[in-house]
Nanobody, 128 residues
Framework: QVQLVESGGGSVQSGGSLSLSCSFS?????????MAWFRQTPGKEREGVAV???????SVADSVKGRFIISQDNAKNTVYLRMNSLKPEDTAIYYC?????????????????????WGQGTQVTVSS
């Protein structure tokens, strides 16, 4: 089965930066993938942050646009999230997610319901 392994996260002051990474292993039979970052705080739904597919196409949430950058190393099956100009409201548990298929319609999705593999989550805390 597919496994996702995350690293990064931690505590940083407002205005600082952090980098997260997530790698997947396992064969699904699909030729392409989408890998995404989500975040969640207690009492709120998990929200999509950024996503990239195996062709390098990206979607980024309005709340982090201009501050967060998603990228990938396709040969390593690894996706990265560089978080700049962090704010206290960015504090959350960040999750990596993936979905595999032969092909995808349109740009990759930030909806959690299309992803069927998830990492364990990593904590990001931003203090003022």
């Amino acid at each position: 089965q597919v496994q996702l392994v995350e690293s990064g996260g931690g505590s940083v002051q407002s205005g600082g930066s952090l980098s997260l990474s997530c790698s997947f292993s396992g064969y699904t039979g699909g030729r392409n993938y989408c890998m995404a970052w989500f975040r969640q705080t207690p009492g709120k739904e998990r929200e999509g942050v950024a996503v990239i597919d195996s062709y390098g196409r990206t979607s980024v949430a309005d709340s982090v646009k201009g501050r967060f950058i998603i990228s990938q190393d396709n040969a390593k099956n690894t996706v990265y999230l560089r978080m700049n100009s962090l704010k206290p409201e960015d504090t959350a548990i960040y999750y990596c997610a993936a979905v595999f298929a032969d092909g995808f319609y349109g740009l990759p999705s930030l909806s959690r319901h299309v992803y069927n593999y998830w990492g364990q989550g990593t904590q990001v805390t931003v203090s003022s």
